[in-house]
């Protein structure tokens, strides 16, 4: 009885986690109705990690500059190399083989399950916690003014 007196006077709703049904239904309909909030929560978590890692932003550019010469070149398009000729099916296998190492060293791992992890608590957390429209038992209503 104290702490439930104690919860509603600091203006806290202390029946959040009596009902798992209840959390179940705000988190449903807030996911739906923030998802693009959520998403930009995690895009900018993204582009955070990328720029405070060098080492990663400088992975991910020379990646991305090698996969994208390698998809640029023309068909049947070889590379002579010390007397080997090399398709762009072996450039693209050369290609991976020194961009996961790359990335691994990098920390690309690490980061891509922080963002997981730190999205998915700020989602849950605040999905879990907003209440939904009618849910306090006040309708919203429109006021028009002449």
């Known amino acids: 009885a104290v702490a439930s007196q104690s919860s509603r006077s600091s203006g806290i709703n202390a029946e959040y986690g009596d009902n798992i049904a209840v959390i179940s239904r705000r988190v449903t309909h807030n996911v739906t109705y923030y998802y693009t909030n959520y998403a930009f929560i995690s895009a900018l978590l993204i582009v ?3 720029i405070s890692s060098p080492l990663l932003l400088l992975a991910i550019v020379v990646s991305g500059t090698a996969c994208y010469l390698i998809s640029t070149q023309k068909e ?10 090399f398709t762009p ?3 693209a296998m050369v290609c991976a083989c020194i961009s996961l190492p790359l990335l691994f060293f990098a920390s690309a ?3 891509i399950f922080w963002v997981i992890g730190l ?3 700020v989602v ?3 999905a879990s ?6 849910e306090d038992g006040t309708e919203f209503e429109m006021n028009e003014s002449v």
């Open 109 to 111: 791992g690490t980061v």
């Open 124 to 126: 849950g957390v605040h």
């Open 76 to 85: 049947g398009k070889t590379l002579q190399i010390g007397g080997h000729t």
């Open 129 to 134: 916690m907003m209440q939904l429209p009618n």
């Open 89 to 91: 099916k072996d450039q």
């Open 119 to 121: 999205t998915c608590s």
């Open 48 to 50: 955070y990690c990328i």
